[in-house]
């Protein structure tokens, strides 16, 4: 092999290297987007998406934005976003924006965030969040076991405006995670994700201003597009049966 032919390899070899360590290593996030660049992006991923304008820009950490927004159409949607090696990406789109909780790292619910952007028409004053699980029991390799009914609230006040993120509280953070854990021990999966609908589910109620339930025909019965891997888990809406008094 001649020197030359020894140099060229050498500098493709260096190239490649370099290529790799761009696109493959994780580099420190820029800016988070104008909302100019936010807009065009979200009309370029899903095209029956307009947006009117961008309500807020939400950090949640330094990887990950919640996006809020108005589309041409009047309706409130969301959008979530993650910083990935080189860029900001958008994960998921929806055009309305009744509430999620996204969770972030699923193994870790202090990282978990609840998201919403309830349409002003449906004038809720207020949520109620629930962490609920039906009482259960079960008998398993001759060993009895038995889950009593568990119900958690937390008031959200949505008056003043009409989207937001919010943390778990200590408690709730603390209730998940002797899940996580108790679900680890009985199915040692290191790539096992952690189900959390198997024990128990998050559901919320609408309230106007007055007490009475709001209806929510403005933020429901929207669509949801997923553009990359997230995870979202739907809160549905509790059954008045189901609530007994705090």
């Known amino acids: 092999m001649t020197k030359t032919t020894k140099l060229t390899v050498s500098i493709?070899?260096?190239?490649?290297l370099m290529l790799v360590t761009y696109w493959y290593f994780p580099r420190t996030p820029v800016a988070f987007p104008s909302d100019k660049e936010l807009i065009q992006t979200i009309s370029?991923?899903?095209?029956?998406?307009?947006?009117?304008?961008i309500q807020d820009k939400i950090r949640i950490d330094d990887k990950?934005?919640?996006?809020?927004?108005?589309?041409?159409?009047?309706?409130?949607?969301?959008?979530?976003?993650?910083?990935?090696?080189?860029?900001?990406?958008?994960?998921?789109i929806d055009?309305?924006?009744?509430?999620?909780?996204?969770?972030?790292?699923?193994?870790?619910?202090?990282?978990?965030?609840?998201?919403?952007?309830?349409?002003?028409?449906?004038?809720?004053?207020?949520?109620?969040?629930?962490?609920?699980?039906?009482?259960?029991?079960?008998?398993?390799?001759?060993?009895?076991?038995?889950?009593?009914?568990?119900?958690?609230?937390?008031?959200i006040e949505t008056a003043s405006v009409s989207y937001g993120s919010m943390k778990l509280t200590n408690e709730w953070v603390s209730v998940i995670d002797s899940l996580i854990k108790?679900?680890?021990?009985?199915?040692?999966?290191?790539?096992?994700?952690?189900?959390?609908?198997?024990?128990?589910y998050f559901a919320w109620k609408p309230y106007e201003k007055s007490g009475i339930e709001a209806r929510i025909e403005g933020t429901s019965n929207g669509f949801s597009f997923m553009n990359d891997d997230i995870?979202?888990?739907?809160?549905?809406?509790m059954n008045d049966p189901d609530i007994e008094s705090q």
Request: proline fraction near 4%; charged fraction near 25%; hydrophobic fraction near 35%.
């Open 231 to 237: 995870e979202l888990d739907f809160v549905r809406i």
């Open 95 to 155: 055009n309305t924006g009744e509430p999620k909780v996204w969770r972030i790292d699923s193994k870790d619910p202090s990282t978990f965030r609840l998201v919403w952007n309830l349409h002003e028409d449906d004038q809720v004053a207020y949520m109620k969040l629930f962490l609920y699980r039906e009482r259960n029991f079960h008998v398993t390799d001759g060993i009895e076991y038995y889950y009593p009914k568990l119900q958690m609230e937390n008031k």
């Open 12 to 16: 493709g070899v260096l190239i490649i």
């Open 44 to 53: 370029a991923t899903q095209t029956t998406v307009r947006v009117e304008e």
């Open 182 to 200: 108790m679900d680890s021990a009985a199915t040692p999966d290191l790539f096992g994700d952690f189900d959390l609908n198997r024990y128990m």
């Open 64 to 92: 990950h934005f919640f996006v809020p927004f108005v589309s041409t159409t009047g309706d409130y949607g969301t959008s979530y976003w993650e910083w990935q090696n080189t860029k900001w990406k958008v994960l998921n």
